[in-house]
């Protein structure tokens, strides 16, 4: 059976089979639109997390684990058992003027074949990948690594730094995974191996071939210039992507309240944000990028 997809009305006249609307709050909701699974690289299954969220409070609830809809049946199921209203999600890893992007997918159809075979070509290439990483750290007296981080990863297609990260806290090289990226994992430290993962243009086609809305995921951790970051709204919206991450933990408040990158008077700029930590019900500002948020 299809899965149903939960959320704000449908653009089109008859929504799809998978995308029967359950109604859900029309003011602002406690919402949670932006979580990984250890189908990716979060830590704990899709019905522990569909099962916290519940009892956090949270009104819709979204799994975006990353290249990756695995998650999305089990998922499914577990927010249905509880009552929590469910949206199908992914996040895909692109790159953008060098640097890694996250695109989240809200939405969607989990079994639409051109998002399925999208996802698993930004897939290939991780584990080779991954054991780069670890002669990189073994250079620097760091053994075992790809094991170690292997460990940590539900799917071996999905092996990634985090996981890296998670081992050597663990082993005690460093007392926290921020310490470990600072490092070790970010660009001219030992454990960094750059990867080209899938093209906008591509991501947000896949998104919405699969009748999603595509967001970028949280901006503020983006190092770009202001021109690089103008073209990345720029060319986003020109794909067809209609939304922006605004409250998320990895989000300070001068962040998420700061000026998007965008002429104030625009009109070409969409006006839906979406949200990742259910944290608090927020009311509507003027800036248009968080009249629709939910948090």
Not at 35 to 64: I, M
Not at 178 to 184: A, G, I, L, P, S
Not at 194 to 202: D, I, K, T
């Amino acid at each position: 059976m299809p899965l149903r997809r939960v959320g704000c009305k449908a653009t089109r006249d008859v929504p799809l089979p998978y995308n029967q609307l359950v109604k859900v709050p029309t003011a602002w909701i406690n919402a949670d639109l932006h979580c990984h699974s250890c189908v990716s690289d979060g830590t704990l299954t899709p019905e522990a997390l569909a099962q916290r969220a519940k009892a956090n409070g949270v009104e819709l609830w979204a799994l975006t684990d990353h290249d990756e809809v695995g998650g999305q049946r089990r998922a499914s199921d577990a927010a249905e058992a509880v009552g929590l209203p469910y949206l199908p999600g992914v996040e895909i890893s692109v790159t953008f003027a060098g640097l890694t992007v996250h695109i989240v997918g809200l939405g969607i159809d989990p079994e639409n074949a051109a998002l399925i075979k999208g996802l698993a070509d930004t897939r290939d290439g991780r584990i080779a990948r991954a054991h780069e990483m670890a002669d990189g750290l073994a250079k620097v007296g760091i053994r075992d690594a790809f094991e170690g981080a292997l460990n940590y990863a539900g799917n071996p297609e999905l092996i990634a730094r985090t996981h890296f990260a998670r081992y050597l806290v663990e082993t005690g090289v460093c007392a926290s995974t921020h310490e470990v990226f600072r490092k070790y994992l970010v660009e001219g430290k030992p454990g960094f191996v750059e990867h080209r993962w899938a093209s906008l243009g591509n991501a947000v086609k896949w998104i919405t071939q699969a009748d999603g809305i595509a967001v970028i995921a949280h901006p503020g951790r983006y190092k770009f210039s202001v021109n690089a970051e103008y073209a990345l709204f720029t060319e986003f919206k020109g794909h067809g992507g209609r939304g922006v991450e605004v409250v998320t933990g990895s989000h300070t408040a001068p962040t998420t309240t700061s000026t998007p990158p965008w002429p104030s008077n625009s009109t070409c700029w969409p006006r839906a944000a979406a949200t990742s930590t259910a944290r608090r019900k927020a009311a509507p500002t003027s800036a248009p990028w968080r009249h629709c948020r939910h948090a």
